[in-house]
Every structure is written in C-alpha cells, then in structure tokens.
C-alpha cells in the first residue's frame, strides 16, 4: 500500500520523469548503485557498531546488570520501539531471503 501511495505522489511531484519510463538502466550504472548502496550499508554497519561498542565494555568492567538498567535509564520509549521496529524489519529481511513458511 505504502508503494503505491509513494509511487503516485512520486507522479504528481514529478510528471516529466515520466518520459524517461522506457529508459534502460546499464549494467554499468547497475555496478555503480550496487556499489553505492553496499557501502551506505556498511556505514550503517559501522555505526552501529561503533555506537554499540560503549555498552559492551561497560558490561565487561561493570556487568550487565547495570549496563541493563543504564540503557532503561537513559533511553525513552520511543527510542525502544525505535530498535524494535529495525530488529522486526531485519528478521522480515532474513526470512524473506530465506524463503521460509
């Protein structure tokens, strides 16, 4: 559903892509935005794990205990659901690619 509203307010804010519909994508520029999108991938890896990073030595000198009630204590709710929602889509991803029930 989301696509099809994205694809037709697409259409309205830019009609004269519209001329362009029977274009062809080279293997070349296919090359280049598998490229592109591989490393924003990895960048986001990156992030994540540098962000991560903190927690984990906190809870080898501390514990996990209180690493656990730290992250309670500073984060929101919204930041939770945040991670909730990201860790939904992966699990939609993998399951999806590997096609089970």
């Known amino acids: 559903m989301s696509n099809i509203f994205i694809s037709v307010k697409a259409d309205k804010m830019y009609p004269y892509l519209k001329k362009y519909k029977s274009a062809k994508v080279t293997i070349q520029e296919k090359k280049i935005i598998f490229k592109n999108v ?38 929101s709710e919204e930041h939770f659901f945040n991670i909730f929602k ?14 089970g029930d």
């Not at 994540?48 to 009630?69: K, P, Q």
């Not at 990201?86 to 096609?99: C, E, H, Q, T």
Request: aromatic residues 16%; positive net charge.
């Open 38 to 75: 591989l490393a924003m991938m990895f960048h986001k890896l990156w992030t994540v794990v540098v962000s991560g990073t903190d927690n984990l030595l906190l809870s080898a000198f501390v514990g996990i205990a209180s690493v656990g009630l730290y992250s309670i204590v500073t984060e």
């Open 86 to 99: 990201k860790i939904y889509f992966i699990n939609y991803v993998v399951k999806f690619i590997l096609g």
